[in-house]
């Protein structure tokens, strides 16, 4: 099982194991999610599909048709995940206690796990949202939205649907992406969120990326707002030249 007592070498080597049996059921559901996603009439459209593994982990399977602009590329969104549960250490409000996920898209993945030794293959990331960093963004993003009765499973779908940067998970823009720089206060990987927030990232190992907190809007510096609003202007470009959906 996943467990918050993990270093980040098992966390990575947990979620490696699983690349192969989570693309194959993808795969396997592909036909039928094209048939649904092709009737959808509201967005975002989201399925959902639960495993098990043999080692007690439900997974989460997501796949998320964002928009009728998407619908019309034959395209969609995937993405899947498993929680752990860290308990609190001294009081009942820790911070840094609760649901923790542990997330990546196992396309990619597979893609990078069969041709790692191919220079022209970006690294794809397993990604590490600590439950301080759920924490955060409960605090300030869903709170004021009126949403704290969220579990975890629907404040994972919120976050997924604000990010503006997908390429943490699959680096297919290289030195070429702005979010590599550490220039205005930012992190290389670091998530811009819809509504102006930071999803705050650091690079841990050769694949993993650990997601340590969120900043809202109002909590950026000038130059921090600056940077995330040109990042948005920057992904419109790359979204009007076809590079992203």
Not at 85 to 100: F, H
Not at 144 to 155: A, C, L, Q, R, V
Not at 158 to 183: C, E, P, Q
Not at 226 to 233: G, T, V, Y
Request: glycine share 4%.
């Amino acid at each position: 099982m996943v467990l918050p007592n993990m270093n980040d070498d098992e966390k990575v080597y947990e979620a490696v194991r699983m690349v192969h049996i989570l693309y194959n059921e993808f795969q396997k559901r592909s036909f039928a999610v094209t048939e649904k996603f092709r009737n959808a009439t509201k967005y975002p459209y989201i399925l959902r599909y639960n495993m098990q593994d043999d080692r007690r982990n439900v997974w989460r399977l997501l796949c998320i048709l964002p928009s009728k602009a998407v619908k019309k590329k034959h395209r969609y969104l995937t993405m899947c995940y498993t929680t752990y549960y860290k308990p609190p250490k001294r009081k009942e409000n820790d911070i840094n206690s609760g649901y923790g996920v542990l997330m990546y898209d196992p396309f990619p993945m597979e893609n990078y796990i069969q041709h790692h030794e191919d220079p022209n293959v970006k690294m794809a990331a397993v990604m590490d949202i600590v439950p301080h960093a759920i924490n955060r963004f409960t605090q300030r993003c869903l709170k004021p939205e009126g949403k704290t009765g969220y579990d975890i499973h629907k404040k994972v779908e919120s976050m997924l649907l604000r990010w503006r940067h997908f390429d943490v998970l699959a680096d297919m823009y290289g030195d070429k992406s702005s979010i590599k720089h550490k220039d205005d206060g930012l992190l290389p990987y670091d998530i811009m969120m819809s509504e102006g927030g930071i999803l705050r990232g650091q690079l841990i190992n050769n694949m993993l990326v650990r997601m340590f907190t969120y900043v809202s809007k109002d909590d950026l510096y000038e130059n921090q707002q600056e940077r995330h609003d040109e990042m948005l202007r920057e992904r419109a470009e790359w979204k009007a030249k076809g590079l992203i959906i």
